[in-house]
């Protein structure tokens, strides 16, 4: 038997996804198969667009059920008092300023089930997560891009 990924995450970031598994569940998935219904009624199945559309919409939303199961089945809570408060770990924001004269950007580590960019959450497992990683207020870090090193130094963590 294989080895199942473990998902580490912050308890909210769990909460999450139990509410879109919730969602999935109970509303989106009855509303593909009113759709699938509706689509039927329109006759020869070979030569629907709707049908087909609400058919792929279907295998998406299982899939995305299927998926968030797995995640939520293998999580591992980051608890707050595992972290070591002065060093950048999974669970901790941090702020860190480009250098030479760049402005200052925080992040929030956390694992790759619950990352978002757009607010501020970045995986353990990107480019600039696994540069900060172990290090401490001051340090000064190369981050390896796609678009090239950058440099950067930590200002806070918390």
Request: avoid cysteine; glycine fraction near 6%.
């Amino acid at each position: 038997m294989a080895i199942e990924k473990v998902f580490p995450m912050t308890k909210q970031g769990k909460e999450k996804l139990e509410q879109e598994l919730e969602y999935l569940k109970s509303v989106r998935r009855k509303e593909v198969v009113e759709r699938i219904k509706i689509a039927r009624s329109f006759g020869d199945l070979s030569e629907n667009s709707e049908y087909d559309s609400a058919k792929e919409e279907q295998a998406f939303v299982e899939g995305r059920i299927t998926t968030l199961e797995n995640m939520i089945r293998n999580a591992k809570i980051i608890q707050e008092d595992e972290l070591n408060s002065d060093t950048v770990s999974l669970g901790k924001s941090v702020t860190f300023v480009e250098l030479p004269d760049g402005e200052e950007e925080t992040y929030t580590i956390v694992g790759s089930a619950e990352a978002d960019p757009f607010e501020g959450k970045i995986s353990n497992d990107s480019p600039i997560a696994r540069s900060l990683i172990g290090k401490k207020v001051g340090d000064e870090v190369t981050v390896q891009t796609p678009g090239g090193d950058m440099f950067v130094r930590i200002v806070t963590i918390k």
